[in-house]
């Protein structure tokens, strides 16, 4: 009876919510007031979920020995738990502005997005692509991903790159690929990939690449992986 009790309260609590939030917006929409409910009331339904968990355990087990256990081990896990969620952007943010040494005005590019560090926070980097459009990257999310740092444009060694399809492979499909890879090579630098697929009467589709390397003796390195790359499709194919 009490699991009943339990289930009926818990979706009269999620369908109050719910109803407050649309009422909340509604009102946002007429007042100054809509930054603070957008922003306040995520902690409002947090905080009845919250109460209505410490309910449900005292309902359940309030009249156990061992109550005072449960409840104890429920606030060391939901303490333990805000801090993982606060904390974590935190103490990535110090390892890798340690250790790939980030500053303001550096251009990076990651898994996620690339451009300039235009705000370098505690939680989280602020990077500004070239078309003005800023993105926010919380450090949590660059841990264990790679990092790249496009050198100087006078450092930087040019590279074309021709290859031939047997006509097995989907070349638009290829082109997906070979681009998407060549985004993770720690080698290339400098602006994205150019990749063109080209007609060749005589010798089918022809892929011409081209792409800028830190070292020179990099570009034998990269050829074999997209070579690589181009027979592993038309094995696929």
Same mark, same amino acid.
């Given at each position: ?5 339990? =289930? ?21 929409? +007429?007042?100054?007031? +809509?930054?603070?409910?957008?922003k306040?009331?995520?902690?409002? *339904?947090?905080?009845?979920?919250? =109460?209505? !968990? #410490? ?5 359940? #087990?309030?009249?156990? @020995? ?14 333990? !738990? ?14 890798? +502005? ?8 550096q ?18 980097? /602020? ?5 003005? /459009?800023?993105?926010?990257?919380? #450090? %949590? @999310? ?8 496009? =050198?100087? !444009?006078?450092? %930087? ?22 681009? @998407? /890879?060549m985004m ?7 602006p994205?990939?150019?990749? +063109?697929?080209?007609?060749?009467? /005589? ?19 990269? *050829?074999?992986?997209?070579? @690589?790359?181009?027979?592993?499709? !038309?094995?696929?194919?």
């Amino acid at each position: 009876m009490n699991l009943l009790y339990l =289930a009926l309260t818990g979706l009269l609590l999620f369908f109050a919510l719910q109803l407050g939030a649309r009422f909340l917006h509604a009102l946002a929409r +007429k007042s100054a007031l +809509k930054p603070v409910v957008i922003k306040l009331f995520p902690l409002v *339904e947090l905080g009845a979920w919250l =109460a209505y !968990a #410490f309910w449900a355990v005292w309902v359940l #087990f309030g009249s156990m @020995r061992y109550y005072d256990l449960v409840v104890g081990a429920m606030a060391g896990l939901l303490l333990f !738990a805000i801090a993982w969620f606060v904390f974590r952007d935190f103490f990535s943010g110090m390892m890798l +502005k340690s250790e790939y040494k980030l500053e303001k005005g550096q251009v990076i590019r990651t898994p996620l997005a690339g451009g300039q560090i235009v705000y370098l926070g505690k939680r989280f980097l /602020e990077l500004e692509g070239e078309n003005g /459009e800023k993105i926010r990257i919380p #450090f %949590s @999310r660059l841990v264990n991903q790679w990092l790249s740092f496009p =050198a100087d !444009a006078g450092k %930087s060694f040019s590279y074309r790159l021709s290859v031939g399809l047997s006509g097995r492979e989907d070349p638009v499909a290829l082109k997906v690929i070979i681009g @998407r /890879e060549m985004m993770g090579m720690p080698w290339i630098i400098g602006p994205p990939p150019q990749i +063109k697929i080209l007609k060749s009467p /005589e010798d089918g589709p022809v892929l011409d690449i081209r792409y800028d390397l830190l070292k020179e003796e990099h570009a034998l390195i990269v *050829e074999e992986k997209i070579r @690589r790359i181009v027979r592993e499709h !038309a094995g696929d194919a």
